[in-house]
């Protein structure tokens, strides 16, 4: 992305982005704080029109990791959400520290958030969330649980496991407890999943 | 909530607010532009450690409407969404106006967006998203189609009506090109709808 600057015929600024029928004319970084920066910018709309648009940007991709085990159930995480002030069954999840791969990310969550070590990750989707005014993406997981440990959370973070049968966290979807979107459409997508892979073995 | 004080015996402030283990000793509203808040709080956990939290807050809650018709469409919105600069698959929806309830807000949104009167709305669920870091709930409506029109946009919001199988929308979600994740949620948890009313007309 080229950065706004000024011609050198004149003293017109140069665009510094087409973002579909908006001009952006300058961008402002206001505020840039544990991996959420607030951006406002200068727009101009295709008939001329000057505005502002002020969006959230999430510039590290986060993950999001469902593990099952042989006997159906799924490993959630029930932690305190800040923003909503609940403590809400989520799953495990954060973003890739520096270097790291999504699946190094994911496995390393999972071991920290709920204390089990899962193998066979495969990626089911990758979801975007309030779309006009935030640009965050979440790559989901499904993985298989090989060992239960015990979680070591980061400091400050609260987590629990909450195992279930998934069936269980299926009816919580659908009944609207568990209603963090991402994760309800992860939970709707993996059921899917498993119906095909159940119509296949029989 | 009450707001930041003095206690009258001595200089300490009063705590506005407990958030799960923080307690909020100063709250600051950073940013208020198009009903969205950045806001700033200086917190402390249980064991005494002092800290910030930064997090965004939409003040009015959204609706999402799905309008299906009698021959199994379904009705969704190609909209330019800004802050992920794409032209995406979502649904009709936005915020109410002043006095309005969430119903009448759903069907003013269908008719600005997509030119169509719906009726029989009925809400299916209510989600959130990124709820660590961001308080923004959704509530969502199915809907059936009574009469198809013309769509008036409000100035500067590009939107386009995307009339397709309800079949092929679900197909778009699990392939991954409708991504929202509370758009992709909500289509999940409509064919499960539409699939236990098949079986009980079958």
Redesign the interface.
Known sequence: MATTGRSEEGDHPQPMEQ????TVLERKV??D??G?Q?IGDRIM?SDG?E????????PRQAVLVFPLDREGNIYLNR??????????L?AAGGTPEADETFEAAALREVREELGIEVDELRKI????????????T?HVYLARVATVGEATPAT?E?TRLEKMPFLEALEL??N?VI????V??AI??IN?ILSAEEKVET
């Open positions: 973002r579909g029928e908006f206001m505020h704080r544990f959420m607030l709309t029109q505005g502002e648009q002020f969006w959230i940007n999430f932690e305190y959400t800040y923003a909503t002030a609940e403590c809400k989520e989707n990758i979801y975007q969330s309030i779309t006009s005014r935030v640009n965050n979440t400050g609260y979807v659908r609207g209603n963090t979107a991402d309800a459409a709707w997508h899917d």
